[in-house]
């Protein structure tokens, strides 16, 4: 009597591309929220960057408003109309060991 039964290296074959099949599938469902995710990361780090240079050039405009407040003609300017002079031979307050070692 002869039986007629499925081929067992077929049925293998089928079960080894359905899971390579399966894993391709897979892996590429997941690599879209990986690719939308590292392209939400490039715009941060463009928008961080774009920050990062508008700061910089209001740290310089900062920076050359306060040198032109410091500037030393300027601050004599201001010590002359405030009626300060400048001190030949300043007395500096010096602290005595005893007071030091009390604080």
Known sequence: MTTIGPQKKRSALRIYLLAVLSVFTIGAMMSIPLYSSIVN??????????KTAELLVKNTETKNQLYELLDGARLESIAGQLGLI???????????????TTL
């Open 86 to 100: 400048l001190e030949k031979n300043p007395g500096y307050l010096e602290l005595t060991a005893d007071l030091a």
């Open 41 to 50: 990361l490039r715009h941060t780090i463009r928008d961080a960057e774009q």
